[in-house]
């Protein structure tokens, strides 16, 4: 079964930081780009980050560009997410999500989730 | 760069069909043939249902469907169902220069 698991979610203080890490299981995971998508509480879809399938290429968002960072470990099939000098409006749910060859491909599997709450 | 434009709600009754626009600008959705639709219930993560446009990825029944007429992209439901109600979220690619991929607002879904 073609799985994504995310973890390293919890509660942090403004200024704070934390790792996310995603373990990907049942497909071929060096084959793949993959990204970040978060989701605020109540709130629509936001695309964070995007690695290549061979970590050469990686894309951001403004909103997080200079304090997080996409990684990704293909001898581990893990995929990590390095966030610096986080805000209240980090606050979100952060999915793990399979890309294809490119950016402009669609994000065909997703994980479940986990969530970040910056707060003091 | 803002969102791309949803309506926050749409309607039909069971059987019915319903169309959800997105709405975009000719630097993503006008410019690229790299739109999707994804569903996403209450709790859940999303799920694709299509991309580029009008594709539909193995297992999402053919009564979903999409198209794109210049900055504006659409997902037609055909024969609603109770289990297609759900919040609908568009996407486009954006330039990996620009914006990279950037979503709508969402469609809230509601089977009456």
């Known amino acids: 079964e073609v799985q994504l698991v995310e973890s390293g979610g919890g509660l942090v203080q403004p200024g704070g930081s934390l790792r996310l890490s995603c373990a990907a299981s049942g497909f071929t995971f060096s084959s793949y780009s993959m990204n970040w998508v978060r989701q605020a509480p109540g709130k629509g879809l936001e695309w964070v980050s995007y690695?290549?399938?061979?970590?050469?290429?990686?894309y951001s968002a403004d909103s997080v560009k200079g304090r997080f960072t996409i990684s990704r470990d293909d001898a581990k099939n893990s995929l990590y997410l390095q966030m610096n000098s986080l805000r209240g409006e980090d606050t979100a749910v952060y999915y793990c999500?399979?890309?294809?060859?490119?950016?402009?491909?669609?994000?065909?599997?997703w994980g479940r989730g986990t969530m970040v709450t910056v707060s003091s | 760069q803002s969102a791309l434009t949803q309506p926050p709600s749409a309607s039909g009754s069971p059987g019915q069909s319903v169309t959800i626009s997105c709405t975009g600008t000719s630097s993503d959705v006008g410019g690229y043939n790299y739109v999707s639709w994804y569903q996403q219930h209450p709790g859940k993560a999303p799920k694709l249902m299509i991309y580029?446009?009008?594709k539909r990825p193995s297992g999402v029944p053919d009564r979903f469907s999409g198209s794109k007429s210049g900055i504006t992209a659409s997902l037609t439901v055909s024969g609603l169902q109770a289990e297609d109600e759900a919040d609908y979220y568009c996407s486009s690619y954006a330039g990996s220069n620009n914006f990279g991929v950037i979503f709508g607002g969402g469609t809230k879904l509601t089977v009456l």
């Open positions: 580029e446009v009008s």
């Open positions: 999500v399979r890309g294809g060859q490119w950016l402009g491909d669609a994000f065909d599997i």
């Open positions: 690695i290549s399938s061979s970590s050469s290429t990686i």
